[in-house]
């Protein structure tokens, strides 16, 4: 996978939330929530099953409303206050864990749809590529690895390949903020490496959330580690400290 050099300037808060709560009936999915992200860190979230980390990612892209509190993106924008295709217009995108590919299309073909999907409705009913375009699309296929198979039926890819090109069509977006559920689900080694290399490259532009189970690949590529437990905040660090803190061992790792 082509590696896209850019350096990593000064960080800056791109995404902050406090005491954010989301209740279902009596359930608080979300407990009183802080959170802070900066721009181009690979952030992973992690914690135990039902520890609300869907939640928070649903609370980002729109899907799910706050109860109460709010989370603010670069420093104004208030998401919880926005529609899910707001949200995408002022730059979050999200990869689901449910697969959003149009199988029976090329692998160009879908890259096409997702950029004409940014650009507007009637785009994707008339508007022909410009040659920056189609350069964009390219450089696109080059980063996940897919340019030998531009032509070939999105559905008859490999797994890890599908997931690549649904991560290639959110970012077709130009999102500030991506947002992934287990990128790594079902994946052979070797997919998921080239997917934590992917995630890298893409982090150098902007910033990455990562809902994660797998330890090993968050310790691998994680900048930086949010450790959720019964909605709320536990810690944050690398992986090494959050390993290391007390109540993690506690609730999360077990003690084993
Ligand atoms: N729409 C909903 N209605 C009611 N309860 C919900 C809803 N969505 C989530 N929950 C509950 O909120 C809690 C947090 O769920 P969430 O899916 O965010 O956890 P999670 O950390 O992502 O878990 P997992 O790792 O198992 O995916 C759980 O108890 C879940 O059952």
Not at 17 to 29: H, M, P, Y
């Amino acid at each position: 996978m082509e590696k896209i050099e850019k350096k990593k300037q000064s960080s800056t808060t791109v995404l902050q939330s406090e005491k954010l709560i989301v209740q279902f009936g009596g359930l608080k999915a979300i407990n009183e929530f802080s959170f802070q992200l900066s721009d181009r860190e690979l952030h992973f979230i992690i914690g135990p099953n039902g520890a609300g980390k869907t939640t928070f990612l649903d609370v980002l892209c729109g899907k799910t409303k706050p109860t109460s509190g709010n989370v603010l993106f670069k420093e104004s924008i208030e998401l919880g206050k926005l529609y899910e295709y707001q949200i995408v217009r002022k730059g979050v995108g999200r990869k689901f864990q449910a697969p959003s590919i149009f199988p029976s299309l090329s692998v160009m073909s879908n890259l096409e749809i997702a950029m004409k999907q940014q650009k507007g409705f009637w785009h994707i009913l008339r508007a022909k590529l410009s040659e920056g375009d189609k350069e964009h699309i390219h450089e696109m296929l080059t980063l996940i690895g897919l340019k030998e198979e531009s032509n070939r039926t999105a559905g008859t890819l490999a797994h890890g390949q599908k997931q690549w090109l649904e991560i290639a069509m959110v970012l077709m977006q130009d999102p500030e903020l991506v947002l992934l559920d287990e990128p790594i689900a079902g994946m052979t080694e070797e997919e998921e490496e080239k997917t934590g290399e992917l995630l890298r490259t893409i982090a150098k532009d902007r910033a990455v959330i990562v809902v994660e189970h797998d330890m090993d690949f968050v310790r691998k590529f994680a900048d930086k580690v949010t450790v959720m437990h019964e909605g709320t905040w536990l810690c944050d660090g690398s992986m090494e400290e959050v390993q290391q803190n007390e109540r993690v061992l506690e609730v999360y790792l077990g003690r084993r």
